[in-house]
């Protein structure tokens, strides 16, 4: 189980030297074993990425299918590391279950345990 952590504003500054020390520790970094070990399973999100479903978000189309950009859900599990998407969680909304890439995804609350471990994976994917 992952110890609580505080929200680091230091990450919100524009500093290029914290940036390229956390990268260099990211690239050498296994993801999967890493956030097994960091992350307490189940936790909130919101999507806050979709590539495949940006235009349904714009244009308001579709917004009560589960799972789209905007939408808060519960992450049951780690399934899969896929090359293209990256770790694969499997979440729940309502009574629905399904699959989102984890790079989707933000903790709802900053003060959750799971915070800072998704938000470095998230961070680490985009830059990649």
């Known amino acids: 189980m992952a110890l609580p952590n505080n929200y680091d504003s230091s990450w919100d500054e524009d500093n290029e030297d914290l940036w390229d020390e956390k990268y260099e520790e990211w690239e050498k970094r296994d993801w999967v074993r890493w956030l097994s070990q960091h992350l307490a399973f189940p936790f909130d999100v919101k999507r806050e990425e979709d590539e495949d479903d940006e235009d349904v978000f714009?244009?308001?189309?579709?917004?009560?299918k589960p799972f789209q950009i905007g939408h808060v859900m519960t992450v049951l599990s780690m399934e899969d590391d896929d090359p293209?998407?990256?770790i694969?969680?499997?979440v729940r909304e309502g009574k629905i279950e399904g699959l989102v890439p984890l790079?989707?995804?933000?903790?709802?609350?900053?003060?959750?345990?799971n915070f800072w471990p998704v938000r470095e994976y998230v961070?680490?994917?985009a830059n990649r």
């Open 88 to 90: 694969i969680v499997k």
């Open 103 to 113: 790079s989707d995804v933000e903790v709802v609350s900053r003060n959750n345990s």
């Open 123 to 125: 961070v680490w994917f």
């Open 84 to 86: 293209d998407y990256g």
């Open 58 to 64: 714009f244009t308001g189309k579709a917004k009560k």
